[in-house]
T-cell receptor
Framework: SQQGEEDPQALSIQEGENATMNCSYK?????LQWYRQNSGRGLVHLIL?????REKHSGRLRVTLDTSKKSSSLLITASRAADTASYFC??????????FGTGTRLQVTL | SQTIHQWPATLVQPVGSPLSLECTVE??????LYWYRQAAGRGLQLLFY??????ISSEVPQNLSASRPQDRQFILSSKKLLLSDSGFYLC???????????FGPGTRLTVT
C-alpha cells in the first residue's frame, strides 16, 4: 500500500512562479526522498532529507520535513517549462526498500 | 559510473503468453534490486526486491515472479500473462543503508 500521499494531485503554474508540493506519511522513517518522473521515463532522484533534518536545499529545490506531523514539502522556485513532470515522495524505514507516494503532476506553462 | 539497463523498452503480448523482463546494473557490486509496476497516471507499486543473489522478497501476491541469478541481474517473469499485468515496469537499484534509488528507463507492457 502507498504510505505517502502527495497533495495536490495536479498543479498548474506559469513559468517563473514557485511550485509547492506536500507529502504526508504514516509510519516512522529514516529518511524521505523526492523523485521526478518525466512522462514515459524512469524516476530521477532529486533530494534526500534525513529524519533528524528539518530543511535542505539543492539549487532551486527546498525540502522541509516535519516528523511530528509526518509531512514534507518540496518547493521549486522560479519554475521553468522543463520542470513539467510528476513528482513523488518516498519514505525509507528500516527495511531495504522505499515506499512511494501517489505523486503530484506539475505543469509549467510559458 | 553506474548504469542500469532494462529491456525491452516496449512489449505487446497476448493474454496467456509468458513474460521475461531483464534488468542489469553495471558499475556497482552487491546492489539492492527492485521491480516496480506503475499503472497509467498512478504511483509506483513495489513488486519484488532483492538484497542479494537468490534472495527475493515479494510485496504483492500476483501472477508474477522474480529471480536474481547473478549479482547485477534481476529478472521479472510470468508463466501466463493477464490483462491486468499491463503497465509500466521499472527496475531500480540502490546500495548502502540510505536506499536512494536509481531507475532504469522502464518497459511498457501491453497485454492484449
Amino acid at each position: 500500500s502507498q504510505q505517502g500521499e502527495e497533495d495536490p494531485q495536479a498543479l498548474s503554474i506559469q513559468e517563473g512562479e514557485n511550485a509547492t508540493m506536500n507529502c504526508s506519511y504514516k509510519t516512522s522513517i529514516n529518511n524521505l526522498q523526492w523523485y521526478r518522473q518525466n512522462s514515459g521515463r524512469g524516476l530521477v532522484h532529486l533530494i534526500l532529507i534525513r529524519s533528524n533534518e528539518r530543511e535542505k536545499h539543492s539549487g532551486r529545490l527546498r525540502v522541509t520535513l516535519d516528523t511530528s506531523k509526518k509531512s514534507s514539502s518540496l518547493l521549486i522556485t522560479a519554475s521553468r517549462a522543463a520542470d513539467t513532470a510528476s513528482y513523488f515522495c518516498a519514505t525509507a524505514g528500516t527495511a531495504s526498500k522505499l515506499t512511494f507516494g501517489t505523486g503530484t503532476r506539475l505543469q509549467v506553462t510559458l | 559510473s553506474q548504469t542500469i539497463h532494462q529491456w525491452p523498452a516496449t512489449l505487446v503480448q497476448p493474454v496467456g503468453s509468458p513474460l521475461s523482463l531483464e534488468c542489469t546494473v553495471e558499475g556497482t557490486s552487491n546492489p539492492n534490486l527492485y521491480w516496480y509496476r506503475q499503472a497509467a497516471g498512478r504511483g509506483l507499486q513495489l513488486l519484488f526486491y532483492s538484497v542479494g543473489i537468490g534472495q527475493i522478497s515479494s510485496e504483492v501476491p500476483q501472477n508474477l515472479s522474480a529471480s536474481r541469478p547473478q549479482d547485477r541481474q534481476f529478472i521479472l517473469s510470468s508463466k501466463k500473462l493477464l490483462l491486468s499485468d499491463s503497465g509500466f515496469y521499472l527496475c531500480a537499484w540502490s546500495v548502502g543503508s540510505v536506499y536512494e534509488q536509481y531507475f532504469g528507463p522502464g518497459t511498457r507492457l501491453t497485454v492484449t
